[in-house]
């Protein structure tokens, strides 16, 4: 167990609807990133956060957009959802050492179906 | 833009075996690089994580490499298990914004 939790586990949407999959990062970490995983695929990094900013972005459009908390935990937003969106989606905490000693901690992920 | 590469995309070996997975990347900047453990619909599981200034790190029957001037990480797993059978990925941490770059992965299986 790595101490970051997401919910929820599992979402099932139809297309042009919007989601909110949210983030609870392991205490002490103040650095949050998300990735898409497609079926068969490898992770995608979407974007990054840092002490409640955006620290990066992936090539994703604009309709997936995040927050991050005071608290450091994070929202994933996706707008207008697409077929190709189903995906699992994982977040990852860590405490930003931005290093070689930089440890990303994974959440369990939340599948996402649109149909 | 780093690119991560893995192959074989799938193995299938029967219990006891030695095995080697393999890892290549584009960008030798990277801080670290880890390898990790997917189960069927599952999220991530960290097996070890290499630091840019080592050459290689060991976990019990695992042992991975790392060759920055090559561009290149293995992962050598020893004894194999039914247990082992899953998906693994290597992951680069690329410098500036410390964001990972994933491979595809190798689906394993070990047959009894």
């Known amino acids: 167990e790595t101490g970051v939790t997401q919910s929820p586990t599992h979402l099932i949407k139809t297309r042009g609807q919007q989601v909110t999959l949210r983030c609870s990062s392991q205490?002490?970490?103040?650095?949050v990133s998300w990735y898409q995983q497609a079926l068969g695929q490898g992770p995608q990094f979407i974007f990054q956060?840092?002490?409640?900013?955006?620290?990066g972005r992936g090539n994703f459009p604009p309709r997936f957009s995040g927050l991050q908390f005071p608290n450091y935990s994070s929202e994933l937003n996706v707008n207008a959802l697409e077929l190709d969106d189903s995906a699992l989606y994982l977040c990852?905490?860590?405490?930003?050492?931005?290093?070689?000693?930089?440890?990303?901690?994974f959440g369990p992920g939340t599948r996402l179906l649109v149909l | 833009k780093q690119e991560v590469t893995q192959i074989p995309a799938a193995l299938s070996v029967p219990e006891g075996e030695n095995l080697v997975l393999n890892c290549s990347f584009t960008?030798?900047?990277?801080?670290?690089l880890q390898w990790f453990r997917q189960d069927p619909g599952k999220g991530l599981t960290s097996l070890l994580l290499?630091?840019?200034?080592?050459r290689e790190q060991t976990s019990g029957r695992l042992n991975a490499s790392l060759d920055k001037s090559s561009g290149r990480s293995t992962l050598y797993i020893a004894a194999s298990q039914p247990g082992d059978s899953a998906t693994y990925l290597c992951?680069?941490?690329?410098?500036?914004?410390?964001?990972?770059?994933f491979g595809k992965g190798t689906m394993l299986l070990v047959s009894p």
């Open positions: 990852a905490s860590s405490l930003g050492l931005a290093g070689p000693k930089e440890t990303q901690y």
């Open positions: 205490s002490g970490h103040n650095t």
């Open positions: 956060y840092y002490r409640e900013e955006e620290n």
């Open positions: 960008d030798s900047a990277i801080y670290n």
């Open positions: 290499i630091q840019s200034s080592q």
């Open positions: 992951a680069a941490l690329n410098s500036g914004y410390s964001t990972l770059t």
